[in-house]
């Protein structure tokens, strides 16, 4: 079954780049943006919008599915990857805010102290 757009966990974003993000919330769709499972336990209708800025009404069409088996494990392994450097990439973007940060406050401190 391809994804069930719509189901109130369903999201599709475009970026300025022109690539689109098509998601469930729940990450309860391991072979997304291509399907979501048969019988998924947590599809609810999209009963309304309420709040929410369309651009178009027409969500991006889905891009082609790659040929192969294991495209779910495939793309749990990804998911993996990306986790398993996000903390210590967080840990250098908050040394680089430090420095900066230290940096720009002996600035300022000289500044205040000129006459």
Not at 8 to 27: I, M, P, Q
Not at 72 to 77: M, P, S, T, V
Request: proline letters at 10%; a negative charge; one cysteine or more.
């Amino acid at each position: 079954m391809p994804m069930r757009q719509d189901c109130k966990h369903f999201e599709s974003r475009t970026y300025a780049t022109g690539e689109t993000v098509r998601k469930c919330n729940l990450d309860l769709a391991p072979e997304a943006p291509w399907r979501c499972p048969d019988d998924c336990p947590a599809y609810a209708r999209r009963l309304a919008d309420v709040n929410w800025a369309h651009g178009t009404l027409v969500t991006p069409p889905t891009p082609a599915e790659p040929e192969g088996e294991g495209i779910a494990e495939l793309l749990d392994e990804a998911e993996d990857i990306v986790n398993a450097v996000g903390p210590e990439v967080l840990a250098d973007l908050e040394a680089e805010r430090r420095r900066n940060a230290g940096l720009f406050g002996r600035v300022r401190a000289r500044f205040r102290r000129s006459p």
